[in-house]
Every structure is written in structure tokens, then in C-alpha cells.
């Protein structure tokens, strides 16, 4: 327990608002509602963080098992499947034997998480897109699902909020789908991600850009610019990359307003009898396993898409005895997660440039935006929706090589000029992709766990069928030889971009939020998180998540000022 | 001041008002437990050097063919091979942490260069004479491609298999060692910014 405010028992007061969760979004809801003046409890599962367990610097000779530890498995067979839980740093992700969930037989979900003050934004990828106005009227224009009771025009001034904080480094395009924001510079592109840029402009009429990503490229808001040692998900000393412990929740706490309390296993949302509103909630103390409550005049859930659907599952009254919030049923229904799988890989011949283990490492990518059903291009025949690309350029240490001898060390020294595209599709809202409680298992603190029940459908095969011929005739394009394409749809949960659960809309009986995220049943309860989302869009969601989190956050402050919360 | 010296020195006024008193003792208070040993500060690269080594999970005879089928693979030339860095070791070390299914699939690899060994030349691998392992290694090195003529395959590549799974171990314990990150030319500084990205003129990417 910390940040103490005011020196008082932080259980012994009733706050303006508590927030369950310190992650992209919980920070952000923390440091708006604090910064306005109301008084906030930030419920943190995990511990807190500090800069001293940064390991973005060492090198993997120094680890015993050099990054190829195969105890981590015993603890995190889950979460090693996400890239960023390492030798280094997988005491940040959740242990699994602790934090399980259940899956029906043939349907596998991959639920990587983190419990630690900051949660994902520790070790997110930081590519950071907006969505734009004709992803949140999909539904107006091909038929399938519900609009977004918002529209681009509401977003668009939280986008630049959140950019002109955050600082998002990013070239401006005029991209129909890809709206341009408030970038820093640019990061450069690489040799052969330039002649790849060239050739499928000329080629197809597509857009090649820089990753447009969370990563500062000049000093920025009291944070140095990135020096590109590489590996940002072990931390960062310089704070270049934007995790929320270190920005949003600084700010919170520096506002004298907010009291983080670390350690708090957030089981369910109190109600006050008789009254339809919450009072608060009630966490277990994840070390001591102490029972306790925290009171407030606002619930804001940020605790990640499924985990804050799964505290208002938790959470039945006799009122709302399928979970609170839930008399229109859809509280756990339409579980998205980008689909990948779908791309390709080949060399660059033409490329003559080695490997250099002392080039400065560009933590980022390049990125094609969606270019399939869009405004101004052909509805395609075999799918709705689209996919953009993340991928990348460069001389790449050959450990491919066949061989072994000198022949061996000499090949993998002058390596292979290398290109790479890998999508990410939408993710279509289904009402069978759902989450609910499972009665026969629980967490370690004795909080009901979630069944998942998630699978890609026919739409998001067709996309990544399409995604991996449409990467091959583009690196056909650059010029690339040896083209290997991937045509897959990868387990569900692996994009690590949960959204939907708790979706809004206009219409109570088919949505849980409405437009501000606020819970149609329960006034005093809002849900701030990627739950929210009414359709994936392809775009990677953090960005959109936080400027919706703003949004909601100014609607509340708004209210309180008029005294109506 | 040097670019490192720079950052370390932003690193510390950026801790100072990173956080406040009250979260920063809170902080402190997190248990040395939930820390890596590489978020602790532990530096293990010394452990495999360490003055009467013994292998925790390979007999005598299996390390000691490891031994020399490494220093074929990885040999020293202008730089230090697979033998000097001690890949042997590492191998040893994380097998010993590895599941049942792998440790067995390794020794399966091993056992079947000693058996094509004494099927050849009668006597197990590492006593063999250097040109004698060469040729068997050669043997194994390069799939199998389909017949030129048919197109067909001539079934499983048993033996390339066998010898790949032991040259990506050797290939792993030695690229990642002190010796390899040098072999790759790393001048070990932890960061080479800024970026620069193609600085070559307009349409001239070679």
C-alpha cells in the first residue's frame, strides 16, 4: 500500500473515484481525475515498479540461462508465449498456476497479463494508431455488427490530448484509414524498407510508413529522447518509451490527490442496498490475503478488457443476478483479438550491407495501413473488414546458415539482407466470443475465474489468406527472392489486443456503456478499458483505448462539477 | 561527458522526480523475491568458468563428445570457437533444466552420431581421427534436396535432422556467450544512437 493521502488510513475515507488498475488506461484515468481535483484510490493487483529492476542494458551472457530459461515455463507456460516475458523480466507477467483460466477442449485462448503497478504498458509493443471515422461506421458500411455510438470527430480532440502527452513519434501520410495525429519526428527507415516504400507506391498505390509509435524522438515532457539500445519491454532508464508508472501516475500522485494502494486483488464491485449505486469495492490483499474495502462515489474499471468484465460478473446482486450492469446480457459477449498469422519474409539481394551487432537498435517497424474495403477502394469479394502490416527492413545475422566449420562462422557473419511483413486483421464482433465466470475454478486468492470461449471465424481466415499473397506480391515488388509466405490464423489472444465485453452503444439492451463509459444500469459505475470497444478495427488499440479513457474521464469530471454523480 | 555518462545522469535526476516520497518507499518495499535474478543485478557469466566444473546432467563421455563435435561445428580461427567459450557448459546447464521429452530428444541426437560412428568406422565418435569426423559430419551437414530427375524425396532426412538439432544448441550456447556477442563484433556498449536510418542518395539503396 502507498501514496498515502493526506496521511490518512486511505481505507478509512470515501474518495471521488476509485480506479481498479495502474495500466495505460487506469493511469490515464488516475491523472485526469486527480489533476481536476477529485480525490482517487488507484488499485494496483500487482507491486509497484521501480527503475532499478530495468535490464534493458544487460546482455544475455550475463543471465544464467542467456534468455533461454526453461524454468520459466514451470510458473508461465501462458505467458512465455507472449515475446516480451523473458529471463529478464518474467517476474512482471502473472503466474499462471496463480491466474487461471478455462478454455472449452479444441478452443485454446492465450491470456498474457501482467500484475505490477503499470501492467502491460511495462512491456507493450507502443505502436500507436488512430482509428478512423469510417472504422467506428463499419457496421454503416458493410453490414455486419453495430456503429460506435461515437464517432471520429468526438475522438479526435482526446487523440490529440493523449498524443501531445504521450508523444508519439510518426510521419503524416493522408491516409483515408490512418488518421494523422500530433507527432514527434519521425524514426528513419531503413535501406531496404525505403525501396519497399518506393516500389509499392508505384506498384499498388499502398502506403509504407514508419511505425507510428509511443517512443520519443526528441526530449519530451521532462523524459529523455530514446538513445535505441533495443529491447524497451526490459524497461527503460531514460523513460522513452511511455509506461504509466513513470508519466500518468507520477502525475496523479504528484497532484496530491490520488493514493495508489499496491497489492489490491480486486474482487467485486460493492453496491449500497436499495440505492442502484456502487459504494465501492472490495479487494483481497494479494500478500496477506486481508479482505478489505475501499469507498467511493465513482467505480472506474481499467483493469484490462476481460479482467473488469470479470469483476462486474463477480459482482451479481439479486437486482443483477448475471453480473452488474448486465440486464442487457451482453456483459462477456463479443471477445475480440486481432488475427495474425498472414504475411511473408524474403531477402533482398540487391542489399549488399553486413550485419552490425553496433548499429543502433530503431525499437520500431515499418507499417501499411489497411488498403482492403476501404472508401475508395473495391469491396472485396471473399471478406469484409481488413489488416494492416507491421514489418521491417535490414542486415540480419545469417543464423540460418547450412554448413558448420569456418564456412558456418563466416556465412552467419555476413548474414542476409532481410525483409518482413506480418498482419494484423480485424477481429469481428461476435456474439458466441464470449467470456463468463467458470464455478469450478479459482484464482489463488479465491476469486472466480474466467472461461474463455473465443475462435477466428471464416472472415478472419479469408483475411489472413489474403494478408499473406498481398505481402508476397509486395516484397515481389521490392524485389525480394527466397519469398516464404504465411498463410495461418494464430491462437486467439496472441495479437494481445483483448476488446469488447463490455461494449457501448446507444441502445441499453444491446450494450453495457454508453457513449462515456458509463454503465447504463449503474450510474456511478463506468468501464474504462479496451472492454469498451465495439469493433476491432485492425489498428493496434492502446492509443484508442487511453483517448477513450480521456473522453469518458472529462464527461465524469463534468458531471461531478455539476453535481451529479 | 559521454553519451552513456549522459543518460546515466538523466536517469537519476529522472528517478529523483519520477515519484513521489510516499510511492517511492513503497516501491522500495517491493519483495527481492518477485525480482529476476537479472532485475536483482545478478551476473552469472562467470558460473560456467567456475574451477572444478562438473556437468550436471550429461555423463563424461557425452560432454567430452559434445566437446569436440563443438569445435567442429564453431572451430577457432581468427577468433576464439565453440570450445573456448564453453558451450559445453551452457548445454549442460539448461538440459538439466529441460523437460524429460527434450533432454531425451538430445541424447537421441547425440547417441545416433556415435551409432552412425561405430557403424562406420567401429569405434565411437570422439576417438575418431579429425578427418574421419569431418566426413561424417559432412555426411549429415546438408539436407537432402528431392532427386533432380523425379523431384521426389527420398524419405526422412534422419540424419541432417540429428545433426541440426545438435548444431542450433551448439549455435545458441556460442552466439550467446561473451565470446560470440564479440564474434558478432559487439563492442559492448549497451546503445549506438541515434538511428540514421539509409543515408544513401535518392534511389541509390545498395
Redesign the interface.
Given at each position: 500500500?502507498?501514496?498515502?493521502l493526506m496521511g490518512q488510513d486511505p481505507l478509512l475515507q470515501t474518495y471521488d473515484a476509485v480506479v481498479v488498475g495502474s495500466g495505460a488506461t487506469g493511469g490515464w484515468a488516475a491523472k485526469q481525475l486527480a489533476e481536476a481535483g477529485l480525490k482517487v484510490a488507484l488499485l494496483e493487483a500487482g507491486?509497484?515498479?521501480?527503475?532499478k529492476?530495468?535490464?534493458?542494458?544487460?546482455?544475455?551472457?550475463?543471465?544464467?540461462?542467456?534468455?533461454?530459461?526453461?524454468?520459466i515455463l514451470r510458473t508461465r507456460p501462458v505467458q512465455k508465449q507472449c515475446y516480451a516475458c523473458m529471463?529478464?523480466?518474467?517476474?512482471w507477467f502473472v503466474n499462471d498456476l496463480e491466474n487461471p483460466y478455462s478454455t472449452p477442449t479444441g478452443k485454446p485462448f492465450t491470456w498474457q497479463r501482467l500484475r505490477i503497478?503499470g501492467g502491460r504498458s511495462l512491456v507493450w509493443g507502443r505502436q500507436s494508431y488512430r482509428m478512423s471515422d469510417s472504422d467506428f461506421k463499419a457496421a454503416s458500411r458493410d453490414g455486419y455488427g453495430d456503429d460506435w455510438p461515437i464517432a471520429y470527430a468526438d475522438m479526435a480532440p482526446y487523440y490529440d490530448i493523449v498524443e501531445k502527452y504521450v508523444g508519439i513519434s510518426g510521419a503524416a501520410e493522408g491516409n483515408e484509414m490512418l488518421p494523422d495525429g500530433q507527432f514527434l519526428p519521425p524514426?528513419?527507415?531503413?535501406?531496404?524498407?525505403?525501396?519497399l516504400r518506393?516500389r509499392v507506391k508505384a506498384t499498388f498505390g499502398r502506403t509504407v510508413t514508419i511505425g507510428r509509435v509511443a517512443i520519443i524522438t526528441e526530449n519530451h515532457n521532462?523524459?529523455?529522447?530514446?538513445?535505441?539500445?533495443g529491447p524497451c519491454e526490459r524497461g527503460c532508464?531514460?523513460?522513452s518509451y511511455f509506461s504509466s508508472?513513470?508519466t500518468t501516475v507520477?502525475d496523479a500522485?504528484?497532484s496530491g490527490n490520488c493514493t495508489?494502494i499496491?497489492n489490491a486483488v480486486v474482487s467485486h464491485v460493492n453496491m449500497d442496498d436499495g440505492s442502484n449505486k456502487a459504494r465501492g469495492v472490495t479487494y483481497v490483499d494479494r500478500l496477506t490475503r486481508q479482505v478489505k474495502e475501499v469507498r467511493a462515489k465513482s467505480v472506474i474499471l481499467c483493469a484490462q478488457a476481460m479482467e473488469s468484465t470479470r469483476i462486474l460478473l463477480n459482482s451479481s446482486t439479486r437486482e443483477y443476478p448475471n453480473g452488474l450492469a448486465n440486464s442487457s446480457g451482453a456483459l462477456g459477449r463479443y471477445l475480440m483479438d486481432h488475427v495474425t498469422g498472414g504475411g511473408a519474409s524474403g531477402r533482398l539481394p540487391?542489399?549488399?550491407a553486413l550485419?552490425?551487432?553496433?548499429?543502433?537498435?530503431?525499437p520500431n517497424g515499418i507499417y501499411v495501413p489497411r488498403f482492403r474495403n476501404t472508401p475508395s477502394s473495391p469491396k472485396h469479394s471473399r471478406f469484409i473488414r481488413g489488416y494492416g502490416y507491421q514489418g521491417g527492413s535490414s542486415a540480419q545475422?545469417n543464423?540460418n546458415a547450412?554448413?558448420?566449420?569456418?564456412t558456418?562462422?563466416h556465412a552467419?557473419?555476413e548474414g542476409v539482407y532481410g525483409v518482413s511483413l506480418g498482419a494484423f486483421g480485424e477481429s469481428l464482433a461476435r456474439w458466441d466470443n464470449y467470456v463468463a465466470i467458470d464455478p469450478n475454478l479459482k484464482d489463488a486468492w479465491g476469486i472466480p475465474a474466467l472461461h474463455i470461449n473465443m475462435t477466428h471465424g471464416d472472415n478472419e481466415a479469408a483475411l489472413m489468406e489474403d494478408a499473406g499473397a498481398s505481402a508476397a506480391e509486395m516484397l515481389e515488388a521490392a524485389g525480394a527472392k527466397d519469398i516464404h509466405v504465411q498463410a495461418n490464423v494464430e491462437t486467439p489472444g496472441m495479437a494481445i489486443h483483448e476488446l469488447g465485453t463490455a461494449r457501448m452503444g446507444n441502445d441499453p439492451k444491446k450494450s453495457v456503456l454508453n457513449s462515456f463509459n458509463q454503465t447504463h444500469d449503474v450510474k456511478n459505475v463506468f468501464v474504462m478499458d479496451g472492454a469498451s470497444f465495439v469493433s476491432s478495427a485492425c489498428q493496434n488499440p492502446t492509443l484508442s483505448m487511453m483517448a477513450i479513457t480521456v473522453r469518458g474521464c472529462a464527461n465524469l469530471i463534468d458531471r461531478f462539477r455539476k453535481n451529479e454523480v | 561527458m559521454k553519451?552513456r555518462d549522459l543518460?546515466?545522469a538523466?536517469?537519476l535526476g529522472?528517478?529523483v522526480?519520477?515519484?513521489?516520497p510516499?510511492?517511492?518507499?513503497?516501491?522500495?518495499?517491493?519483495?527481492s523475491s518477485?525480482?529476476?535474478?537479472?532485475?536483482?543485478g545478478?551476473?552469472?557469466?562467470k558460473?560456467l568458468a567456475a574451477p572444478g566444473w562438473k556437468p550436471l546432467f550429461l555423463d563424461e563421455h557425452q560432454n567430452e563428445t559434445l566437446i569436440v563435435l563443438s569445435d567442429?561445428?564453431?572451430?577457432a580461427?581468427d577468433?576464439p570457437?565453440a570450445k573456448e567459450a564453453l558451450v559445453n557448459r551452457?548445454i549442460d546447464?539448461?538440459l538439466a533444466?529441460?523437460?524429460r521429452e527434450?533432454q531425451s530428444a538430445f541424447l537421441n541426437s547425440l547417441g545416433y552420431l556415435d551409432g552412425e560412428s561405430i557403424r562406420r568406422y567401429k569405434t565411437a565418435f570422439r576417438y575418431l581421427a579429425r578427418e574421419d569426423q569431418d566426413d561424417l559430419?559432412h555426411s549429415f551437414?546438408?539436407?537432402k534436396n528431392p532427386s533432380r530427375w523425379t523431384g521426389e524425396s527420398s524419405g526422412p532426412d534422419v540424419g541432417h535432422s540429428h545433426f541440426d538439432a545438435l548444431?542450433r544448441r551448439i549455435?545458441?550456447a556460442y552466439?550467446?556467450?561473451?565470446i560470440?556477442?564479440k564474434?558478432?563484433?559487439?563492442?559492448g556498449?549497451?546503445?549506438?544512437?541515434?538511428?540514421?536510418?539509409?543515408e544513401?542518395p535518392e534511389?541509390n539503396?545498395?
Open positions: 500500500m502507498s501514496g498515502n507491486r509497484a515498479v521501480t527503475p529492476e530495468f535490464t534493458e542494458h544487460m546482455p544475455a551472457y550475463k543471465l544464467k540461462y542467456r534468455d533461454h530459461s526453461p524454468e529471463e529478464y523480466n518474467y517476474e503497478l524514426m528513419k527507415m531503413s535501406c531496404g524498407e525505403i525501396q518506393d521532462g523524459r529523455l529522447a530514446c538513445h535505441y539500445c532508464m531514460t523513460f508508472p513513470f507520477k500522485v504528484a495508489v499496491t540487391d542489399f549488399k550485419p552490425n551487432a553496433n548499429e543502433p537498435a530503431r545475422f543464423f547450412e554448413g558448420y566449420g569456418t558456418l562462422k552467419v557473419r | 553519451r543518460i546515466r538523466g536517469v529522472g528517478a522526480v519520477a515519484l513521489r510516499s510511492v517511492a518507499a513503497a516501491q522500495n518495499a517491493a519483495q518477485e525480482l529476476t535474478p537479472a532485475q536483482s545478478v551476473d552469472a557469466s558460473d567442429l561445428i564453431i572451430p580461427t577468433t570457437g551452457y546447464l539448461v533444466a529441460e523437460t527434450t559430419l551437414a546438408y539436407s548444431k549455435m545458441t552466439y550467446s556467450s561473451q560470440g556477442e564474434e558478432l563484433g559487439w563492442d556498449a549497451f546503445a549506438h544512437g541515434p538511428y540514421l536510418g539509409c544513401h534511389g539503396h545498395k
